[in-house]
C-alpha cells in the first residue's frame, strides 16, 4: 500500500512529520476526475507557513502545511486533457476553478468556488478551503489542467528545480507586489522587509528595470543577503527616519513605488523596533512614497489574529493614516497575488537565465524529516529560504 508523510501544524512552535493519508482523487465523496496526484519534487517553507506557526492565525492542530508546491504527475483524473502522467509542473499556491467569473477574469486568487468560506482558497493554510498541504511526499491537485503549469523541457527543468520553485509563490508575488506598485524602467522602490518575499520582490524590481532598489529589514544577515545581489540596505533599527535614510542614499527622501513584503507581523522602527506595530509598515510607505506613486501589499494581512498585542488588531484591524494616503493620492493594491498572471513569464525568464532568483532568496535545501529545523532557524530570522525536497530529487538534479 502506498505511504505518504507530510509536516503537521502541532501548536505554536511546535511542527512535526507524521505518517498522512495517501492523496486520492476525491473531493469529499465525489470522483474528483479533474485532478492529479503528484508526487513532490520540491516544497517551500513560507513566511505565511510562520503566522500559522506562531500560533498568530486560528489553524487548527494537525493541519498538513504547504502551499509552495513543485511535483511530477503519477496519476491523473479521467477529465484531465492536457496533462499527462511523467510531467513535472509548478503549482500556484491559489487553488482556482477556471470557470467562475473571477477565474475567467484573471483573479485566480479570488476563486468563487474552492473555499465555501470566502473567496480564495490555497494549500495547507487555515480558513482557505480546507485543502491538504504540499509540505509532504505527494499531493492532491483539483482543476489540473488549468492550475497546472507544465515545464516544456524536463531535464532542463531538473536542471533549474532550485529557481523554478519559486514560481509556486514568492517570486511572482513578489513580481505582483512590484507591479501593483508601478515599477518601471528607471523607478526608485523600497520594499519594506528582506525575508523571502522581500528579497524576491527585490530580484522582480530589478527585472522590471527599477535603476534603485532599497531593501529595510532589522536583521543585518538578511540586509546582507540584500546588498549580495546590488540592492541598497536600510537598517530600520537605527534612529535616523527612513525617509533621512532613503535620502542619504537618492538624495531626496521618497520614492516612486513602494512595496510591503512584512504584513501583519511588523514591528516599529528605530527606539520601537522592539514592539510590534502592525500598521508601522503601510504608515511609513505611505510617508515615503512619493505623491501620486503607489503601494503593493503582497505581505499578509488577517482578518483574526487572537495573538495581536492590540485589541483591534486582533480583528484585523488596524490605525491607518488614510488621510495621508488620499492627500497624496496614492494607489493601493493588496490581496493574493493571482500567480498564474505571472508564472508562465518568470517560468521562461529563469529557463533563459535572465534571473537567479534561488541566489537572490539564499535558498538552502534540507530534506522532509528536517523541516522542523528549518521552521526554527527560518523564524529565528535565517537570511534563507528552506526548500524541502522530499524524494532526493534536486540532490540528485
Known sequence: MATNRGVEYMGPGKVEVHSIDFPKLALGDRKCEHGVILKIASTNICGSDQHMV???????????????????????????????????????????CGRCRNCKEGRTGI??????????????????GGWVGGQAEYVMVPYADFNLLKFPDRDKARAKLRDLTMLSDI?????????????????VVYVAGAGPVGLAC?????????????????????????????????????????????????GVPEVDSAVDCVGFEARGHGRDAGTEQPATVLNALMTVTRAGGALGIPGLYVTDDPGAAE????????????????????????????????????????????VQ?????????????????????????????????????????
Open 202 to 250: 527585490a530580484a522582480a524590481c530589478q527585472l522590471l528595470g527599477a535603476a534603485v532598489v532599497i531593501v529595510g529589514d532589522m536583521i543585518p544577515e538578511r540586509l546582507a543577503q540584500a546588498r549580495s545581489f546590488g540592492c541598497e540596505a536600510i537598517d530600520l533599527r537605527q534612529d535616523t527616519s527612513l525617509g533621512e535614510q532613503i535620502a542619504q542614499i537618492v
Open 111 to 128: 476563486c468563487l468556488n474552492v473555499n465555501p468560506s470566502r473567496p480564495g482558497a490555497a494549500y495547507g493554510y487555515v480558513d482557505m
Open 357 to 397: 532568483i534561488a541566489k537572490a532568496v539564499n535558498v538552502e535545501v534540507i530534506s522532509l524529516d528536517d523541516a522542523p529545523r528549518g521552521y526554527r532557524d527560518f523564524d529565528r530570522g535565517a537570511a534563507k529560504k528552506f526548500v524541502i525536497d522530499p524524494h532526493g530529487m534536486l540532490k540528485a538534479a
Open 171 to 187: 517570486f511572482p508575488t513578489g513580481f505582483h507586489g512590484a507591479v501593483t506598485a508601478g515599477v518601471s524602467p528607471g523607478s
Open 311 to 354: 485589541a483591534s488588531a486582533k480583528t484585523g484591524t488596524l490605525g491607518l493614516r488614510i488621510g495621508l494616503g488620499w492627500a497624496k493620492s496614492h494607489t493601493f493594491a493588496t490581496g493574493q497575488c493571482p500567480v498564474m498572471k505571472y508564472n508562465r513569464q518568470l517560468m521562461m525568464a529563469i529557463l533563459h537565465d535572465k
Open 54 to 96: 506562531r500560533g498568530r492565525t486560528t489553524a487548527p492542530k494537525g493541519l498538513v502545511l504547504g502551499h509552495e508546491i513543485t511535483g511530477e504527475v503519477i496519476e491523473a483524473g479521467r477529465d484531465v486533457e492536457f496533462i499527462s502522467k511523467g510531467d513535472l509542473c509548478s503549482v500556484p499556491f491559489n487553488i482556482a
